[in-house]
Nanobody, 123 residues
Framework: VQLVESGGGLVQAGGSLRLSCAAS????????MAWSRQTPGKEREFVAA????????YYEESVKGRFTISRDNAKNTVDLQMNSLKPEDTAVYYC?????????????????WGRGTQVTVSS
C-alpha cells in the first residue's frame, strides 16, 4: 500500500487548506483512516479519523469545529479540510491506515503511512 499526501503549504493564520491522501495498492474501504501530525522533537499526534462508511468521525479536541475529515472510497482517498488555521497547527501532516487493535487515537495502531505534507501557518 502506498499513501501520498498533498495540499500542504504556507498560509496565514485564519486561512484554510485542504489536504488530500491518495492510496494505491489495495482498497482501503474496510479500514478506519486517520490524519496525524508531527512537529520537530515530538511524537506524531492524532488529529482526526473516519470510519469505513463515513458514518463516524473523530477529532482531537483542539481541531474540533475547525477541521473536517472525509473520504471517497471509490477514489481511495481521504481528505482533511482545515479552516481557521492557527500557528500551532504548523506540522507535517500524515495520513495512515488503522490496521491493528487499539484506540483510534493511538498512532501505534496504524500502519501504511504516507511521507507527509508540510503545513506552515504564519501569525
Amino acid at each position: 500500500v502506498q499513501l501520498v499526501e498533498s495540499g500542504g503549504g504556507l498560509v496565514q493564520a485564519g486561512g484554510s487548506l485542504r489536504l488530500s491522501c491518495a492510496a494505491s495498492g489495495r482498497s482501503l474501504n474496510m479500514y478506519h483512516m486517520a490524519w496525524s501530525r508531527q512537529t520537530p522533537g515530538k511524537e506524531r499526534e492524532f488529529v482526526a479519523a473516519i470510519d469505513p462508511n463515513s458514518e463516524k468521525t473523530y477529532y482531537e479536541e483542539s481541531v474540533k469545529g475547525r477541521f473536517t475529515i472525509s473520504r471517497d472510497n471509490a477514489k481511495n482517498t481521504v481528505d482533511l479540510q482545515m479552516n481557521s488555521l492557527k500557528p500551532e497547527d504548523t506540522a507535517v501532516y500524515y495520513c495512515a491506515v488503522h490496521t491493528r487493535s487499539g484506540a483510534l487515537t493511538d498512532m501505534s495502531s496504524y500502519d501504511w503511512w504516507g511521507r507527509g505534507t508540510q503545513v506552515t501557518v504564519s501569525s
